[in-house]
């Protein structure tokens, strides 16, 4: 069984970083696109960035680049997100997502497996 979990959320400063790390257990992940999104209050679950597990491709949503980086440690079987220069807009539950079907930009409805999401809190 594929579990995915997510942690390194929390409550920050605007202008301030985040890294989040997501562990992926269960499964062979070697053909998986790996993603993260984020889905903020009222809104649509949004893509943000994936990988691709066996040759660390980076994909971007649109803006997102300018200050969020994905990046993958293989030995480990986690994928990470760094957040720079926090927003306020930013303020959303970020969820890792596996896809086995698909490999590069990840729709939402590509992701076979989600993990339980961490919030992250962006103050002024």
């Known amino acids: 069984q594929v579990q995915l979990v997510e942690s390194g959320g929390g409550l920050v400063q605007a202008g301030g970083s985040l890294r989040l790390s997501c562990a992926a257990s269960?499964?062979?992940?070697?053909?998986?696109?790996m993603g993260w999104f984020r889905q903020a209050a009222g809104k649509e679950r949004e893509f943000v960035a994936s990988?691709?597990?066996?040759?660390?491709?980076?994909f971007y949503g649109d803006s997102m680049a300018e200050r969020f980086t994905i990046s993958r440690d293989n030995a480990k079987n986690t994928v990470f997100l760094e957040i720079q220069s926090l927003k306020p807009e930013d303020t959303a539950v970020y969820y890792c997502?596996?896809?086995?079907?698909?490999?590069?930009?990840?729709?939402?409805?590509?992701?076979?497996?989600w993990g339980q999401g961490t919030q992250v809190t962006v103050s002024l």
């Open positions: 997502g596996a896809s086995s079907r698909r490999r590069g930009y990840l729709p939402v409805a590509s992701i076979d497996y």
């Open positions: 269960g499964g062979t992940f070697t053909t998986y696109g």
């Open positions: 990988t691709i597990w066996s040759d660390g491709r980076t």
